[in-house]
């Protein structure tokens, strides 16, 4: 069983940025994901990274402004969220597990965290 527990949402004008960060409990070689779900929307892919960090996958609205990153020492993962849009508000919630080549599909992933707010105001 693996715990996640995001935090560093928050509110940000247009054009700046947050970090994301996702504790996990204990030592975790999972895939980590992060998605976002807007109200009224469904859940969405943002990003995930491999075990060890080599591997990076990312939806196309926020390639060249999101960087994922891991740290297994400290057993966290990182979104860092740059030139931030209106349109990337939601809850933001990590995810882990082994989705295999199923990176972007939510039901692959095992375990959730409870999500982080992010509101960008234009």
């Known amino acids: 069983q693996v715990q996640l527990v995001e935090s560093g949402g928050g509110l940000v004008q247009a054009g700046g940025s947050l970090r994301l960060s996702c504790a996990a409990s204990g030592r975790t070689w999972y895939t980590m994901g992060w998605f976002r779900q807007a109200p009224g929307k469904e859940r969405e892919f943002v990003a995930a990274?491999?075990?060890?960090?080599?591997?990076?996958y990312y939806e196309d609205s926020v390639k060249g402004r999101f960087t994922i990153s891991r740290d297994n020492a400290k057993n966290t993962v990182y979104l860092q969220m740059n030139s931030l849009k209106p349109e990337d508000t939601a809850v933001y919630s990590c995810a882990a597990g082994f989705p295999r080549n199923r990176i972007t599909a939510a039901l692959a992933y095992s375990f959730w965290g409870q999500g982080t707010q992010v509101t960008v105001s234009s």
């Open positions: 990274v491999n075990w060890n960090g080599d591997n990076t």
